[in-house]
């Protein structure tokens, strides 16, 4: 379905996040005989909180009355953190209501052409910022949208000729009919259970992207065996190998030639090495001449909450990594600090999280591991298994009682790194306040 076959339409919504925002903002503009007729919220929404939805006076429903009262709408636009597996959204869609998300009705109405669409279960953001930076550099208008963008409709405007790059969720990918020119895809393992149901389905849920209509060619991260494994799409152009861009010790590489000298590397980490081999596998994809490098990589901003120094005394480097939530990417973390003796903040929201592989590494380098409520307390617990000392496994009630014993562990040459390998929402409202916590308390 297209944005612009709404004209006319009664809608529904659910969720009041920035693509809500946004489809409203642009509806309004655009279609203006339209009307969201239904917002609907598990704990109910605020119009005074949500001034996009207020002008269309919606009667707001809680999840309890949504099948209900959506049931006389055209279409259901859901905010991608709404499942398409909620009971209530698969009785709609058995009564003949489509459900979509605004990304999903930008992308029909654009067409995927000019189009780099960039998911992961981790580094999508960063290299979709990549992408966009290289992009420019090169001298292409070059938009970029999703989390670290602009919600995907505000592009409607956007001639088709101008490079766009979309960071792609699984939770728009799940119910997306239309697919971007490039797909990229970082890496893949188990996150996000609780939306999906279980982690098979995510996968799929993930991979879907690769089949979609619209889609010319696909760039995979050649050295995740498990993205490759469960990968079942025409044939990709991978990156992480030597016939391609691929990571070194001396830098980044095309085609076993030296690109860009380690020293010149923007972000730290081998992953982010990674995250910069698909943004330029994903250019070339896109027929994009790429600008000489290294000099163009200069003036590119890291992403907040990304391994990002917040202090950094000389001796003791405190680094907020909050964007982690997975074990995967906390080892990759931990592996971008391999100089410095690490005291590791970790712990979060459970979602069955595996913390085998994490804790082996903890032990192995004798680092110190301080457990944040909930799944904290089983890291502690996997950590003194694999032979970490009492002393240097602990359990903290909070993120004050943490940064206090870290400070207290951390000798010269320390990282004190809060990579915490869980989501943040049994003590925050996102991930970015937990980091900003963390910088706050090791700034003071």
Same mark, same amino acid.
């Given at each position: 379905?297209?944005?612009s076959?709404?004209?006319?339409?009664?809608?529904?919504?659910?969720?009041?996040?920035?693509?809500?925002?946004?489809?409203?903002?642009?509806?309004?503009?655009?279609?203006?005989?339209?009307?969201?007729?239904?917002?609907?919220?598990?704990?109910?929404?605020?119009? =005074?909180?949500?001034?996009?939805?207020?002008?269309?006076?919606?009667?707001?429903?809680?999840?309890?009355?949504?099948?209900?009262?959506?049931?006389?709408?055209?279409?259901? !636009?859901?905010?991608?953190?709404?499942?398409?597996?909620?009971?209530?959204?698969?009785a709609?869609?058995?009564?003949?209501?489509?459900?979509?998300?605004?990304?999903?009705?930008?992308?029909?109405?654009?067409?995927?052409?000019? !189009?780099?669409?960039?998911?992961?279960?981790?580094?999508? %953001?960063? +290299?979709?910022?990549?992408?966009?930076?290289?992009?420019? =550099?090169?001298?292409?208008?070059?938009?970029?949208?999703?989390?670290?963008?602009?919600?995907?409709?505000?592009?409607?405007? !956007?001639?088709?000729?101008?490079?766009?790059v979309?960071?792609?969720?699984?939770?728009?990918?799940?119910?997306?009919?239309?697919?971007?020119?490039?797909?990229? #895809?970082?890496? #893949?393992?188990?996150?996000?259970?609780?939306?999906?149901?279980?982690?098979?389905?995510?996968?799929?849920d993930?991979?879907?992207?690769?089949?979609?209509?619209?889609?010319?060619?696909?760039?995979?991260?050649?050295?995740? %065996?498990?993205?490759?494994?469960?990968?079942?799409?025409?044939? /990709? +152009?991978?990156y992480?190998?030597?016939?391609?861009?691929?990571?070194?010790?001396?830098?980044?590489?095309?085609?076993?030639?030296? /690109?860009?000298?380690?020293?010149?590397?923007?972000?730290?980490?081998?992953?982010?090495?990674?995250?910069?081999?698909?943004?330029? +596998?994903?250019?070339?994809?896109?027929?994009?001449?790429?600008?000489?490098?290294?000099?163009?990589?200069?003036?590119?901003?890291?992403?907040?909450?990304?391994?990002?120094?917040?202090?950094?005394?000389?001796?003791?480097?405190?680094?907020?990594?909050?964007?982690?939530?997975?074990?995967?990417? +906390?080892?990759?973390?931990?592996?971008s600090?391999?100089?410095r003796?690490?005291?590791?903040?970790?712990g979060?929201?459970?979602?069955?999280?595996?913390?085998?592989?994490?804790?082996?590494?903890?032990?192995?380098?004798?680092?110190?591991?301080?457990?944040?409520?909930?799944?904290?307390?089983? #890291?502690?617990? =996997?950590?003194r298994?694999?032979?970490?000392?009492?002393?240097?496994?602990?359990?903290?009630?909070?993120?004050?009682?943490?940064?206090?014993?870290?400070?207290?562990?951390?000798?010269?040459?320390?990282?004190v #790194?809060?990579?915490?390998?869980?989501?943040?929402?049994?003590?925050?409202?996102?991930?970015?306040?937990?980091?900003?916590?963390f910088?706050?308390?090791?700034?003071?």
């Amino acid at each position: 379905m297209r944005f612009s076959e709404l004209d006319g339409a009664t809608v529904g919504v659910w969720g009041a996040g920035r693509e809500i925002g946004s489809f409203a903002t642009q509806l309004q503009s655009h279609l203006p005989s339209a009307r969201i007729a239904v917002a609907v919220d598990d704990a109910g929404i605020d119009l =005074a909180a949500a001034p996009e939805l207020a002008s269309y006076e919606p009667r707001c429903v809680g999840a309890g009355d949504a099948v209900e009262a959506l049931t006389g709408c055209d279409l259901l !636009v859901r905010s991608p953190g709404v499942s398409i597996y909620r009971d209530e959204l698969t009785a709609l869609r058995g009564r003949g209501t489509p459900v979509v998300t605004a990304t999903g009705l930008w992308m029909a109405e654009h067409g995927g052409e000019n !189009v780099i669409g960039i998911t992961g279960t981790k580094g999508k %953001s960063t +290299t979709a910022a990549l992408a966009a930076h290289l992009s420019r =550099a090169a001298g292409c208008a070059t938009h970029i949208a999703g989390n670290i963008g602009v919600p995907a409709l505000d592009l409607l405007g !956007v001639p088709d000729d101008e490079l766009v790059v979309v960071e792609l969720s699984s939770y728009q990918i799940a119910d997306l009919a239309n697919g971007p020119e490039i797909a990229v #895809l970082t890496n #893949l393992y188990p996150e996000h259970v609780h939306w999906h149901g279980t982690h098979d389905v995510y996968y799929a849920d993930k991979l879907r992207l690769f089949e979609l209509p619209g889609v010319r060619a696909c760039a995979l991260n050649g050295r995740d %065996s498990h993205a490759l494994s469960a990968f079942h799409a025409p044939a /990709a +152009t991978l990156y992480g190998i030597p016939d391609g861009w691929d990571v070194s010790p001396d830098g980044l590489a095309r085609d076993g030639q030296l /690109a860009v000298p380690a020293a010149d590397l923007p972000l730290r980490g081998k992953h982010n090495a990674l995250n910069l081999c698909a943004a330029l +596998t994903a250019l070339e994809l896109a027929g994009v001449d790429l600008p000489e490098l290294p000099a163009a990589l200069g003036g590119f901003v890291p992403l907040p909450h990304r391994l990002e120094p917040v202090v950094d005394s000389g001796d003791v480097v405190w680094v907020d990594d909050s964007i982690s939530t997975t074990p995967e990417s +906390t080892l990759a973390a931990m592996e971008s600090f391999r100089d410095r003796q690490i005291v590791l903040i970790a712990g979060g929201q459970d979602r069955g999280q595996q913390h085998e592989a994490l804790a082996r590494e903890l032990a192995a380098r004798d680092a110190a591991v301080l457990g944040l409520p909930i799944t904290g307390s089983a #890291l502690v617990a =996997a950590a003194r298994s694999e032979g970490l000392s009492d002393a240097r496994a602990r359990e903290v009630a909070d993120m004050d009682a943490a940064v206090a014993l870290a400070r207290e562990l951390a000798g010269p040459g320390s990282a004190v #790194l809060l990579s915490p390998a869980a989501p943040s929402y049994n003590s925050y409202l996102s991930f970015e306040q937990r980091g900003d916590h963390f910088a706050a308390l090791a700034r003071g």
